[in-house]
């Protein structure tokens, strides 16, 4: 089996959600893909590059995301609605993205990992400073509060709000694993 970007993706992500951040190396993703570690090096130099497919795709979503609503000619006010429930949705579909970006190791993982989450937050920073300024212009948004400062607060809320989400999944993937631990141990 070739190891596509998809299938790494694919399988990257099952080990996410199945044993944890900390069980994605290149050695469980060869295993879970069914091939030898070395045919991975040549796409994959260091345990941190299967984060930065990942993040790569998540970018690239985002940014799909932010340009549909933007081609979509809406009011600000439907504009910002209809991103956060598609983040919600993204976020829901693919819950592997929260644990990569709540990930307390972030601060030990390569500099191109952080310059990638970095990436993404300010595609979504920019087109939410674009919608409030729009919606300022038009008197939808009625405030003197800086853009800047409610981009801010609207990120720190959804943070927020994506932070439970995550530790949700945590928990569940702590019962699945207690559970399984008792199963195996007769229980």
């Known amino acids: 089996m070739e190891p596509t970007p998809t299938l ?3 399988k990257a992500a099952r080990i996410i959600m199945n044993s ?5 190396t290149i050695s469980n993703l060869g295993n879970e893909m069914g091939v030898d570690k070395n045919q991975l090096k040549n796409q994959l130099k260091k345990d941190d590059d299967i984060l930065l497919v990942l993040l790569d795709c998540f970018g690239n979503e985002i940014n799909a995301i ?3 609503i933007t081609n979509l000619g809406i009011a600000p006010e439907t504009g910002l609605q209809l991103l956060f429930k598609r983040l919600y949705n993204l976020f829901l579909l693919k819950p592997y993205y929260l644990t990569i970006i709540f990930d307390k190791g972030q601060l030990e993982r390569d500099d191109a990992i952080k310059m990638s989450i970095v990436r993404i937050m300010n595609i979504v920073e920019t087109y939410l400073t674009t919608i409030i300024n729009a919606g300022k212009k038009d008197q939808t ?3 003197s509060v800086t853009t800047k400062l409610l981009v801010n607060k609207i990120l720190i809320g959804f943070r927020m709000f994506m932070k439970d989400e995550q530790l949700v ?3 569940i ?3 699945t694993t207690l559970k399984k631990q008792n199963n195996d141990e007769g229980y």
């Open 66 to 68: 932010v340009q549909e």
């Open 20 to 24: 944890g951040l900390e069980a994605l």
């Open 8 to 10: 790494i993706i694919d």
């Open 173 to 175: 993937l702590e019962l």
């Open 141 to 143: 948004f009625k405030t």
């Open 169 to 171: 999944n945590e928990m």
